[in-house]
């Protein structure tokens, strides 16, 4: 059974502060992806990277940034988090393939950050 | 520009009736297609899938219709249950090799005793 974890479920900051979200699968993925969940907006694809060390911009990567040291963790990064950067954050994992099982994606539970 | 569209924010129907939820896309790269339903407080889980060389697949109580000419999917789920109630996103992807995602913005589904 596929898991996808993620540091904490709920977390406040103040505005300006460095953030760190943390997130680890345990299904060898080699995709790992951070998306931002709005009202009304969905999920929005922030930074993903397909292998170690390598990432690439989503939709959404201003104020954010990754790092990927290992396979199996993702780490999100706010740089100087804003109170528009409060937002649900999913983490989600899938494997590199040309047939449907590199379609499907794992998510975490998600962190619900709040900056104030 | 929204690739992906879910034009009703929500939906509400009797337990026992059928639920359908309906997305469409303009992107006709797109190639493999995705719902996933997600409750409060917890991630999405995936649901049910279709392929662009198919016009339906059905799992259980869920079928999804893909219209390529129409660029439009929908979501069946026959019959509702209470259980079903929650926040049902599609998703498309155009086959590269990251198997990104694009997501709609997503329905909420209220299925009433």
């Known amino acids: 059974d596929v898991k996808v974890t993620q540091s904490s479920r709920y977390l406040v900051k103040r505005t300006g502060e460095k953030v760190f979200l943390e997130c680890v699968q345990d299904m060898d993925h080699e995709n790992m992806f951070w998306y931002r969940q709005d009202p009304g907006l969905g999920l929005r694809l922030i930074y993903f990277s397909y292998d170690v060390k390598m990432k690439e911009k989503g939709d959404i990567p201003e104020g954010y940034s990754v790092s990927r040291e290992k396979k199996e963790r993702f780490s999100l990064i706010l740089e100087s988090a804003s109170t528009n950067q409060t937002s649900m954050y999913l983490c989600a994992s899938s494997f590199t393939s040309g047939s449907p099982l590199g379609y499907e994606q794992y998510f975490g539970p998600g962190t619900r950050l709040t900056v104030t | 520009d929204q690739q992906v569209k879910q034009n009703s924010p929500s939906l509400s129907v009797q337990e026992g009736r059928i639920s359908i939820l309906n997305c469409d896309y303009t992107n006709s790269m797109f190639d493999y297609f995705l719902w996933y339903k997600k409750y409060p407080a917890e991630g999405p889980t995936f649901l049910i899938s279709i392929s662009s060389i198919k016009d339906k697949n059905e799992d259980g109580r869920f079928t999804v219709f893909l219209n390529k000419s129409a660029k439009h999917l929908s979501l069946h789920i026959v019959p509702s249950q209470p259980g079903d109630s929650a926040v049902y996103f599609c998703?498309?992807?155009?086959?590269?090799?990251?198997?990104?995602?694009?997501f709609g913005t997503g329905t909420l589904l209220a299925v009433q005793p």
């Open positions: 998703a498309a992807s155009d086959s590269g090799a990251t198997n990104k995602l694009i």
